[in-house]
């Protein structure tokens, strides 16, 4: 893709957050805009850096971790197209809280602080969709802080492979689905609190119960509701 060429107001219309504003709004916020080409590993930001600016990934996987203080890594958030991060760290003016690596490599827009506030002064709208962003992310950590502390490995498994289909009961209609894993099956595990290991005995479980069946990182699941309701033994 050349850089050059790719129409940045264009791709910030198709984003629910940008969706309302007119063409001369995002060409005004545009001009706020980096777009860059990341190679696989590449660390966007440090925790502790100053925030200046929230990102969209446009193309690629991007995680958001913490390390310990034994350097151990806690993936808290995978991004992939269309996702953006950081908006609530740059509305707050502190320093980042987590770490940005790229998984893939990946085609990220950097949207400048500046940019945000002059259009958010011009409509106050922009800012509640902003907001409504913002809370969506909170209410996913919040769930994801639940199903650690209530739900079982094998359970966190199971609703990771599922996503939507994860409310399909017994009564539904048999339904088949393939879930690519976008990215290692170890980054997985750590974004599910779970060890690789465990991660990977869960599948070898689920595999056994002829639930799925694992085609490297593709996952063929031959009935949802089948998977839904599983119990462990």
Do not use: W
């Not at 198709?14 to 007119?22: A, C, N, V």
């Not at 991007?62 to 958030?77: D, H, M, N, R």
């Not at 827009?109 to 259009?119: F, G, P, Q």
């Not at 048999?174 to 980054?187: D, F, N």
Request: charged share 20%; hydrophobic share 40%; net charge neutral.
């Amino acid at each position: 893709m050349d850089l050059d060429k790719f129409n940045i107001p264009r791709f910030l219309g198709t984003q629910p957050m940008f969706s309302s504003m007119r063409p001369d709004e995002l060409q005004r916020l545009a001009q706020g805009c980096t777009l860059q080409r990341l190679e696989r590993g590449k660390l966007i930001f440090r925790t502790g850096e100053p925030c200046h600016e929230f990102h969209m990934v446009v193309l690629g996987q991007v995680k958001l971790f913490a390390l310990s203080p034994t350097g151990v890594e806690k993936v808290i958030e995978l991004c992939g197209p269309g996702h953006s991060f950081a908006e609530a760290v740059m509305f707050m003016g502190v320093p980042y809280v987590v770490s940005a690596q790229t998984l893939t490599e990946t085609l990220l827009l950097t949207i400048d602080k500046t940019a945000v506030l002059r259009e958010i002064e011009a409509d106050s709208r922009f800012a509640l969709r902003m907001l409504a962003g913002i809370s969506r992310r909170l209410h996913g950590l919040i769930k994801d802080v639940q199903g650690y502390a209530l739900h079982s490995g094998v359970q966190r498994v199971i609703g990771y492979l599922l996503g939507d289909h994860m409310n399909a009961s017994e009564d539904a209609p048999a339904q088949a689905v393939t879930v690519a894993l976008p990215v290692s099956k170890s980054t997985i595990a750590s974004r599910l609190s779970l060890t690789p290991e465990y991660f990977s005995r869960v599948l070898h479980e689920l595999e056994a119960a002829g639930l799925i069946r694992v085609d490297k990182r593709n996952i063929h699941i031959a009935d949802t509701a089948k998977l839904a309701s599983y119990q462990p033994r």
